[in-house]
């Protein structure tokens, strides 16, 4: 069957204006948010999203929402249920009939540690919003430091750039009258390779309210 590619959202959103300031793309946006240069609230960038005409589209492109995400990542996650043990993978198939492809040189986030088992089964969940990531960067960090997982506060947030035709995925239309409504989440369903191409560390000198983390650590990978 043949497949469509979203429009880019990236090139509908950029250069961006935002505190007076320009920033020529995400990658640009996300280290001044992170050395506190911009500030941004999830929910800001979110009303961006909304107000833009291609997201609008990424959105109405698909039926499925948060809950069906949730159902789906239920059953592929199940391990001993035998009765039931076919439909993660009829319900991926299911999925991936109504994905699309993602354009290339567009721009998603990931928080924290990438799971080994990503390019196995190639399906992970990411987010536009570099507020959203951020904030969930945040979040499983202090739960690491809660839990006595990490001993200092260090942050990891993951840029992928789709650097191939055929990643396949879709928008996940959020309700906008929940707590969910900043996720602006992209379900990955399927990719080639996904390759790390460069590590950036930002030291506690670099961040101005310092509270935020001891180091910040960006990874940048492609997706193909």
């Keep these: 069957m043949s497949r469509a590619t979203l429009a880019s959202l990236d090139m509908s959103l950029y250069p961006l204006v935002w505190e007076q300031q320009t920033f020529i793309d995400s990658q640009q946006f996300l280290i001044a948010i992170l050395t506190q240069s911009a500030e941004i609230k999830p ?8 107000n ?26 199940q391990t001993e249920d035998s009765f039931n043990m076919d439909m993660p993978a009829l319900f991926r198939n299911e999925l991936t009939r109504h994905a699309q492809y993602l354009p290339l040189h567009q721009t998603l986030f990931f928080a924290g540690e990438m799971p080994k088992s990503v390019r196995q089964e190639r399906l992970f969940t990411t987010t536009v919003n570099p507020a959203t990531a951020l904030a969930a960067a945040e979040k499983l960090n202090q739960h690491s430091l809660q839990s006595g997982r990490a001993s200092h506060p260090s942050l990891i947030i993951n ?30 369903l399927d990719f080639k390779d996904l390759r790390l191409v460069n590590e950036e560390v930002i030291e506690t000198s670099e961040i101005k309210k310092s509270n935020i983390a001891e180091t910040i ?4 990978y492609e997706l193909r």
């Design 159 to 188: 840029q992928l750039t789709i650097a191939g035709k055929q990643v396949m995925g879709f928008p996940i239309r959020h309700n906008k009258r929940t707590s969910e409504r900043t996720r602006n989440e992209v379900l990955i």
């Design 43 to 50: 929910e800001d960038f979110t009303k961006l999203l909304l």
């Design 217 to 220: 650590l960006l990874r940048y």
């Design 52 to 77: 833009n005409p291609v997201y609008q589209e990424w959105i109405n492109a698909t039926v499925f929402g948060r809950y069906i995400q949730r159902s789906f990542a239920a059953f592929y996650q």
